[in-house]
């Protein structure tokens, strides 16, 4: 597990709660314990997306290799979406966190509102500090194909900005990976409620396997220290 401590930058004066994304018809799939030889198809369920293309919604704890299950996926978009379920603003910030072996070596492969574009092939691109307005509110791009050897996994965090908050004060939190070349959604997965007391969320990781990429979703709740 990554010891990690979220920094922290100024607060802002934001109003109102807006649904991002419509989740209509798609729920978390129970994952009663992903054993590893278990058949995919039952942890995955084929959904419609914003624009009525078929994409999966993938169960907690699931390990796909991209390059077999979506081979076409060079340029991966996570998308990170939430909604406040009580009458404040609650400010949610996506991180990356590339690692070699484990280890984060270099300061500069944390990728935050603070190090958006450290030129290793990662990109911080959209920063929503309310969860207010359309679509994704937070996004953040991976540049499969350039991101340097030495690394070997990165693990895409959400934590909580907004003081005395958790995870379950928010609603409607998801990611979904998105093909950023044809602007596709490939994949979405919902946070269940496990993390509720945590501030801080590890969603989902890519690992590099001799092929090239695997994603798998990981849906663990922190408090960022740990």
Known sequence: HL???????????????????????ITPIPSGGIQENAKLENFVQEVKNNDGEISL??????SLDLTKQSPSL?????????????????????FAFATENGKIVNANDIIFFNNREPKIGITLDKDNRNGVGEGDDETILFDLENIPNRITKIVVFVNIYTPNKNFGMVKNCYARIINAETNKQEFIYLLNEEGALFNAYEIVSF????????????????NGED
Do not use: Q
Not at 6 to 15: H, K, M, V, Y
Not at 57 to 62: D, E, I, M, S, T
Not at 207 to 222: A, D, F, P, V
């Open 3 to 25: 010891g990690h401590s979220f920094p922290t930058r100024r607060s802002s004066d934001l109003g109102g709660v807006k649904m991002g994304l419509n989740l209509s018809g």
């Open 74 to 94: 060079k340029k991966a978009k996570v998308g990170i979406g939430w909604d406040a379920n009580i009458n404040e603003d609650i400010d949610l910030d996506v």
């Open 207 to 222: 690992i590099r396997n001799k092929n090239g990429w695997s994603l798998e979703t990981i849906g663990k709740g922190t």
């Open 57 to 62: 919604n993938l169960a907690k704890g699931l």
